[in-house]
């Protein structure tokens, strides 16, 4: 009776990090999520992934995250509930409904109405959104804001169904007819119910006592399966062919296959969603968001107990797996070797007769036994390579020895084993294929062709080995592979080698083991340790490690009958179910061209960079490809977010930019109109009149022609006077920049000080102040290092200076670097970032914070000794609400104080070795009896005689300071 109840409904598959499901991903507050503390999962139109968090909103479309926490318009920071539908995205608070708006500027998220008592549940029928707010069941109008109550106690959640609503309370399901206003009760429960959730006719119930299946019919309810009794149900998710179950913060899948099942555990899970594409994310309250690719690669490292066993070669027959391997004749469905031995490679005759080619001669198998095949005049146990079955029937046998053609069509049968002496390029055949009107041998030094199954061509190309080979039938070229430098693209009438792929140009890997052709002329090659590079005739997209591949080696690719790749490695085997999708792509940013109303206008010559953003879940961002067109070729951006057009020839383009993902599926098309000017010289409307008149004027007199000349001389010096004007200004802004910092060291607390810095640009991006404190006797030392260089260093630094000059220093250094940073985040500095050490020095101590500085160098007397002093911190503009802590320390006569920046340590010599922090600790130690300033010239000179003459990277900034 137990068995019947497994098989004849669900089977009760848990989740296995370490073999079915391998591709797992947890991403967290550290990678851009806004919280670790998920309360909710909904997915958008757009198959985007909106999380509400402990601390506000998350928007991720499988590459990046963008946050919606820091809008003063979201008081309330704790998302309850999300919900989408073709009106947009939804989000309950605890005093507030928001909704997602967007628009050509971007995505904001806004107060749609207060609710003061929170909303807790959403659910979306039309224009409506209707809203669980304290027990209480609210009808929104979406097309003019009223809303209605609906009368209901003590509800829980809500959730549409055709054009009703199911509501739960504690323990009681009702179905409201939104129309009618009628309530009917659906079911009542001696249990608490958690949560409800619907996939097409059937309604899934989590309670504290388990999870309810129930059949939807006539507005009925009729119970199908109760599971996990006695178990509390935290979450349910609904994949097309799956149901998703947190039972207890162990997570299930259930399903009508029979798949061994391993548990896991996600702590606190509180939402489970699945994309258009099944990939399946989790929403952990603590653990943050948890993405699981349940279907595309499933893996087999283990073969009848036996690990790590490498495949040669795979093939379907029958509703099974077989593979040729290392240790024997596998069976997938027994999980089992029929036959022992080294398999080298597998072929499948009529549906019915399996052909095996081993390390001691041929066998078949069919009707579940093994059979060694006998043939006269040829030695027992030959090594076999490869087989061929051609298109008459004809067995062709690649060995050690030579070519074998074995005809068994008839009761006479034919053997004949070819080799040198009959014109093989070598004896050893690696591979054969079929091609019109005959067959192919690949082995060391070329190829050879056997033109009417007879006539035998040798084609010698390089030393390399010619190690497999297909025909492609819609190019009526043949595939071939080398060991060692990629694959050819030949013509096999005239031996030409028409097209060469290598690394340089899509191929994963130089050394090849196989290839295979599909039915639509897709390209597979198993490379050894690229995986499987795969070419459609248009790009090459890859499958390996990073995506879930077993192994990296690969040996051979099958493509079974559903569209499943089984791929054979040096590790056991993958089986990959590519994906069918329609992805969407973002345009973020067009950089270097003018926006107007419909177009964007850049002149010509110049460059205009695309940034883009897919919404995909399967490719790695390192294997992105995008595709655009600039007239009537696709040009192509591999393994970047951003598209580099150069704008060589004026005129109005309509550009299509696509997305193309790691199954060469390619997206929806975005347009951008890009319009390419003339040089205003050459533009019509001045052009004509422009040249018109100089031509009268050049055949009119002699005069008109010397104005010109005397006019473009003109025009020339105003040039070469702008460029002067750019560098005086630019050389005015380094002198801006360089009078920021002290005229002179303060004289104050007997302290002997020296600054040095030297800067890698026209305006440079560190910073040294000093700020005496006269109401408390005592020094405020500041040193710091903007992001980049350049003018937006500059532009930081400035920020810095100013902010410094506003804060109160009273106050204790922490709180000044607290109040700096607000104040540096307030203003906006986009990515750049300021990192700052603020050292608060008196009489006998100083007090040292820092904001992402390396560390500062202490030389005690007492000691004669030398530490580093290194206090943990973010870069000020990083976070709005960073906090700094600071440590006090004793500093006393002939004590040393050292600041730097980053610059010094990491100085470069000719062969690329930074200068590192031992030998500068080395140079104080060495100069601690010194004064302040020759210990900043012997600093100083450490850095240039490192260098040797090599450029400033840089810039380089020191502050000494020695209690005297």
């Keep these: 009776m137990a068995i019947k109840f497994i098989i004849s409904l669900f089977f009760i598959i848990s989740l296995s990090f370490s073999s079915q499901y391998t591709n797992i991903q947890n991403f967290k507050f550290i990678d851009g999520l806004s919280s670790n503390n998920v309360t909710d999962i909904t997915i958008d139109e757009k198959n985007r992934i909106w999380l509400g968090t402990y601390n506000g909103i998350s928007m991720f479309n499988g590459n990046s995250f963008q946050n919606f926490y820091n809008d003063e318009i979201i008081t309330e920071k704790s998302i309850n509930c999300t919900e989408s539908n073709e009106l947009g995205v939804w989000f309950g608070t605890n005093n507030a409904l928001l909704k997602m708006y967007e628009s050509d500027a971007g995505i904001k998220v806004q107060k749609y109405l207060e609710f003061p008592n929170g909303i807790m549940s959403i659910a979306l029928i039309g224009s409506r959104v209707y809203a669980l707010s304290k027990n209480k069941l609210f009808s929104i109008n979406t097309l003019n804001k009223q809303y209605k109550e609906i009368n209901f106690g003590n509800i829980k959640k809500v959730i549409p169904y055709e054009k009703k609503l199911i509501v739960t309370t504690n323990s009681m399901i009702y179905l409201y007819d939104i129309k009618t206003g009628d309530k009917k009760i659906l079911k009542k429960f001696d249990s608490d119910i ?31 399966r109760h599971l996990f009794k006695n178990k509390n149900i935290n979450a349910i998710g609904l994949t097309e062919n ?89 069976s997938q469905k027994q999980d089992e070797f029929l036959f022992k031995g080294n398999i080298f490679d597998i072929e499948i005759e009529k549906d019915n007769i399996i052909w095996l080619a081993t390390q001691k001669g041929i066998y078949t198998y069919a009707n579940n036994k093994i059979k060694k095949i006998k043939l006269e005049g040829i030695e027992s146990n030959i090594i076999v390579l490869s087989i061929m079955i051609d298109k008459m029937g004809i067995k062709w046998f690649g060995t050690t020895k030579g070519l074998i053609k074995y005809d068994d069509r008839k009761q006479n049968k034919f053997i004949y084993l070819y080799n040198t002496a009959d014109g093989l390029i070598s004896n050893v055949i690696y591979d054969i294929c079929q091609i019109p009107g005959g067959i192919a041998a690949t082995s060391s030094n070329g190829i050879t062709y056997f033109k009417n199954y007879k006539n035998i061509i040798p084609l010698e190309y390089t030393s390399d080995e010619y190690n497999s080979c297909v025909y492609d039938y819609d190019s009526g070229l043949l595939w071939a592979s ?114 107007n109303r419909n177009s964007f206008s850049v002149q010509e010559g110049n460059k205009v960079f695309i940034n883009l953003s897919p919404v995909d879940y399967i490719t790695n961002p390192q294997k992105y490809i995008f595709r655009y067109n600039l007239g009537n070729e696709w040009q192509y951006s591999f393994g970047n977010t951003n598209i580099e057009i150069n704008a060589y020839k004026s005129g109005t383009y309509n550009i299509n930019v696509e997305f193309i993902d790691r199954d060469l599926n390619v997206s929806e098309s975005e347009k951008v109109k890009l319009v390419v000017l003339k040089p205003w010289y050459l533009r019509t409307n001045i052009a004509v009149p422009l040249y018109g008149g100089t031509l009268i004027l050049l055949i009119t007199t002699i005069f008109s022609l010397l104005q010109f000349f005397k006019k473009r001389k003109e025009s020339e010096a105003l040039k070469e006077a702008d460029l002067k004007r750019q560098y005086e200004e630019m050389e005015e802004a380094r002198k801006f920049q360089m009078g920021m910092l002290p005229d002179k060291t303060p004289a104050v607390l007997n302290l002997d000080i020296a600054t040095h810095i030297n800067t890698a640009d026209e305006v440079g991006g ?199």
């Excluded at 949560?195 to 388990?210: A, H, M, P, Q, R």
């Excluded at 790590?308 to 029958?318: D, G, I, M, Q, T």
């Excluded at 050394?511 to 039915?519: A, G, P, T, V």
């Excluded at 003018?791 to 930081?796: E, H, S, T, V």
């Design 482 to 595: 080398t060991t060692q430098s990629g694959i050819k693209k030949i013509d096999i009438e005239t031996g030409e080698i028409i097209e060469s792929y290598s690394t340089s140009n899509g191929l994963n890997n130089n050394e090849i083991f196989n290839l295979i052709i599909d039915d639509n002329s897709t390209l597979y090659v198993s490379t050894d340790g690229g995986g499987v590079s795969i070419y459609n005739g248009e790009v090459w997209s890859s499958l390996d490690s990073r995506d879930g591949l077993v192994n990296n080696t690969v040996y051979h690719v099958y493509i079974a009958r559903n569209g499943d790749s089984v791929v054979s490695t040096k590790s056991g085997y993958s089986i990959y179910s590519p994906k069918t999708t329609n992805s969407n792509i973002k345009i973020n940013q067009i950089i270097g061209a003018t926006k």
């Design 242 to 330: 799956q149901v998703f179950v947190s039972v207890e913060n162990k997570l299930f899948s259930l399903n009508e296959s029979l798949t061994k099942n391993k548990n896991i555990s996600i702590e606190n899970i509180r939402s489970i969603q699945a994309t258009q594409e099944n990939i399946l994310f989790i929403g952990s309250f603590g653990e943050g968001l948890y993405k699981i690719d349940p279907n595309s690669f499933k893996n087999y490292s283990v073969l009848e107990g036996k690990n790590n066993v490498r495949v040669n070669s795979s093939l379907e027959f029958k509703n099974d797996i077989f593979l040729a391997t290392e240790k024997g004749f596998y």
């Design 194 to 224: 958690n949560l409800i959730d619907l996939k097409d006719s059937e309604l899934f119930v989590g309670t504290n006592s388990g999870l309810y299946k129930y059949k939807i019919k006539n507005s009925n309810l009729s119970l199908d």
């Design 766 to 964: 560190d910073y040294y102040d000093f700020f005496i404190q006269k109401k408390s006797n005592s020094l405020i030392v500041a040193i710091g290092d903007a992001t980049g260089h350049g003018m937006i260093a500059g532009n930081i630094v400035s920020i810095t200076k100013a902010g410094l000059n506003s804060v109160n220093f009273e106050s204790p250094i922490n709180e000044i670097l607290e109040n700096l940073n607000k104040i540096i985040k307030k203003v906006g500095i986009g990515r750049n970032r300021m990192c700052l050490n603020i050292c608060h020095v008196t009489d006998s101590s100083f007090e040292i914070c820092s904001a992402g500085m390396p560390p500062t160098y202490l030389f005690k007397r007492e000691s004669n000794t030398i530490e580093e002093v290194m206090i943990s911190g973010l870069p000020a503009g990083s976070l709005k609400n960073s906090k700094y802590s600071s440590e006090k320390f004793d500093f006393n006569k002939n004590d040393i104080l050292v600041m730097i920046t980053d610059g010094l340590p990491e100085c470069e010599n000719s062969n690329g070795e930074y200068i590192g922090y031992e030998r500068i600790k080395e140079t104080i130690l060495n100069n601690s009896d010194k004064s302040a300033g020759e210990i900043k010239s012997n600093l100083a000179n450490l850095g240039k005689n490192w260098m040797a003459g090599s450029p400033i990277t840089d810039d380089i900034t020191f502050v000494v300071i020695k209690k005297c």
